[in-house]
DNA sequence: TATTGTTATACTCTATAACTATA
DNA sequence: TATAGTTATAGAGTATAACAATA
């Protein structure tokens, strides 16, 4: 009951150990956004996201890469467009879709948030990491995520069973 | 702008990773835990916590662990007594407290869903890890998370202040 | 007919402040 | 006076379903 079968009690320690360090730190930077910069967490993302992805994306693009459900970012799009943090228009190519663009403000605002932010991740994760701990971690988390980003087709399933039947 | 200063683009890019797989692995296992056993992330963190320190604590032990408002676990705390899986009452040896206790079908909810838990966690995190990488892991995650642990007074601050001031 | 995105809605989680009671 | 916990309430995030427009 205490260390149930399944796994090894060294995989459970490392899970809890993964699990509870993910949550401090998110709630750490959640907070830190929220104060430095107004931001939600999402909304950190997807600027992020955007500049990295030379300023322009679709809603898609954005949804798959960041939040779980389209009614999710389109409700966090429109927090972004308020602040003027954004702009939404037509995408010239393909008329349904959106293209997301940043602004000037926007870029302005990650770039007031980024250094805070990434002094925050370093006090908390690596800090007091060795650089054989940075070699480990560098080494085993991204194949960790791109495994898991491998595995399920979430967040797009609700669209197509919900299309399934549309009686009278 | 795309690697701003601060973090090395290797820091940069396990930090990433870190969130990343962090977010998956609790967004998949959130949907197991409502799926599999109508329980919230905090309400199976709850029940495992008691179930782990044998059965009792009290609010404030919980808070600490698991949330970061008391207020917020009263309300988890509520819908697990409403659901028969936990009891609270009076702490006999300090009267201002509260004594959680789990209830058998608490331990037989949290029965029921581990084995499931451990095997979405399996499934994601440890079975495309070598056995160099869990050490790896196992050896850097713990010590991290106590690190983290250690850094900030969070969750009490809203108490303290305000109690400064009650004026009238 | 399938896809993009928005809307309307409802639900859950979380936090702040005010309050009771015990220490 | 300080602590444990609850309550009331309000705010933010998320998701489901229904919908309009385009491909």
Redesign the interface.
């Known amino acids: 009951?205490?260390s149930?079968a399944?796994?090894s009690p060294?995989?459970?320690?490392?899970?809890?150990?993964?699990?509870?360090?993910?949550?401090?730190?998110?709630?750490?930077v959640e907070q830190h956004l929220r104060a430095d910069g107004d931001l939600s967490d999402v909304q950190f993302q997807v600027l992020a996201r955007l500049?990295?992805e030379g300023g322009r994306a679709t809603m898609t693009d954005l949804a798959d890469g960041v939040v779980?459900s389209r009614s999710g970012l389109t409700h966090q799009a429109g927090l972004l467009e308020k602040a003027g943090l954004i702009t939404r228009t037509r995408h010239p190519e393909d008329q349904r879709a959106t293209l997301v663009e940043v602004t000037e403000a926007g870029?302005a605002r990650v770039?007031q948030v980024?250094?805070g932010h990434?002094?925050v991740?370093?006090?908390?994760?690596?800090d007091?990491?060795s650089a054989d701990?940075?070699d480990?971690?560098?080494?085993?988390?991204?194949?960790?995520?791109d495994?898991?980003?491998s595995?399920?087709p979430?967040s797009v399933t609700s669209r197509k069973e919900g299309r399934r039947e549309r009686a009278s």
Not at 10 to 28: I, N
Not at 136 to 145: E, F, G, S, Y
């Open positions: 009951m205490t149930p399944g796994l060294r995989e459970l320690q490392t899970y809890f150990a993964l699990v509870e360090s993910a949550a401090l730190l998110h709630h750490t500049v990295d779980y870029r770039d980024m250094p990434l002094e991740v370093r006090r908390m994760l690596f007091q990491l701990d940075l480990a971690l560098a080494d085993v988390l991204p194949r960790v995520r495994h898991m980003r595995l399920p979430r």
